[in-house]
């Protein structure tokens, strides 16, 4: 009868998912609108898709506290009090940037990407 064709597959009883969706929220609001957004995400996710927030990941964080590490990288906010003209305009003020930690660059842990 010789080999069996690439085409057939064992029949497998039992199988594990699993599913991880990584995705990042930015509010110009206040920290009880996300909270209530969280609140409701979490609903949403948990009710219609069966699906649940990992609680040790999903945080709220205020730009103005630092940079939020996500997927290897950091987002924050950019500010300086450089002045662009007499009309004491800042030349970058509140803007958001990505930013490559340190110890990313350290390593290489970027990968072999041309990004830097």
Do not use: W
């Not at 409701?40 to 948990?46: D, E, K, N, P, V």
């Not at 069966?50 to 205020?62: C, G, Q, R, S, Y």
């Not at 990968?111 to 830097?116: A, E």
Request: aromatic letters at 6%; charged letters at 25%.
């Amino acid at each position: 009868m010789g080999q069996p064709a690439a085409t057939d597959r064992l029949c497998l009883r039992s199988l594990s998912h699993s599913f991880t969706l990584d995705f990042l929220l930015g509010l110009a609001g206040t920290k009880a609108e996300a909270e209530e957004i969280k609140a409701r995400l979490s609903t949403f996710l948990g009710t219609k898709l069966n699906l649940a927030l990992a609680a040790e990941k999903t945080l709220i964080t205020h730009a103005y506290e630092g940079r939020a590490r996500f997927l290897g990288y950091e987002i924050g906010t950019m500010k300086t009090e450089t002045r662009l003209d007499d009309l004491k305009r800042r030349s970058v003020n509140e803007g958001i940037k990505l930013y490559i930690p340190e110890d990313v660059i350290q390593t290489g842990a970027f990968g072999d990407s041309d990004i830097l």
